[in-house]
């Protein structure tokens, strides 16, 4: 299924690369830090309009105390440059979706401050389900050379979340399944993009 849905995606960006002057591929370090293995593909639509396709897959898990931090994730965007792709400032509308079995963590105290919702109780159980949603953001560009760059950004957004809730153990029985709303972050990146001209 995941090796179908990422043969389609490149099959919708390659007219659009052909298209393009610049074609980028990314990866972003910050989610490198939570052991995310992540790419992006950005590629210029015009002088002043990209679009972006980002992907991340997780596989993490701790068989001692169960700790999971698993999760795939799907993030088209449209950003609009204020001088030129790949330069300066730029404002971004994304969709996201994806899947996710996470349980027993114990998430920073931000994660927790945005309203009540599943995360309060993720140190003592785990939840598994899918999510969709959409965000804005804004970033920056900085050029360091012909090849590369250094982006920065942050986004902010809804996402509707279905979930089904188990027990922290291993093999823990299932306590319920519902519905639940989340606004507030959905990216931070600080990526370093290589460019084929």
């Known amino acids: 299924m995941k090796k179908k849905l990422f043969v389609l995606l490149f099959a919708f ?9 610049k074609v980028g591929v990314k990866t972003n370090l910050l989610h490198w830090a939570t052991v995310t293995p992540n790419l992006s593909l950005e590629v210029a639509l015009g002088k002043n309009v990209t679009m972006d396709l980002y992907g991340a897959y997780n596989n993490f898990q701790i068989m001692k105390d169960n700790v999971k931090w698993k999760h795939w994730l799907v993030q088209p965007e449209v950003r609009i440059w204020t001088c030129e792709s790949f330069n300066g400032f730029f404002f971004g509308i994304h969709g996201m979706t994806g899947q996710f079995n996470m349980g027993k963590l114990k998430l920073p105290p931000i994660a927790y401050t945005f309203q009540n919702n599943i995360l309060e109780n993720l140190p003592t159980r785990r939840y598994e389900g899918w999510y969709a949603g959409a965000g804005i953001s804004v970033g920056y560009q900085w050029v360091l050379g ?11 957004g809804y996402n509707h979340i279905w979930y089904r809730e188990f027990e922290g153990q291993r093999c823990g029985p299932k306590l319920s399944e519902g519905e639940s709303n989340y606004v507030g972050p959905t990216k931070a990146t600080l990526s370093f993009v290589y460019f084929f001209k």
């Open 13 to 21: 960006l390659l007219p659009f690369s052909m298209m393009g002057q």
């Open 146 to 156: 012909n090849h590369w760059n250094i982006e920065l950004s942050l986004g902010a």
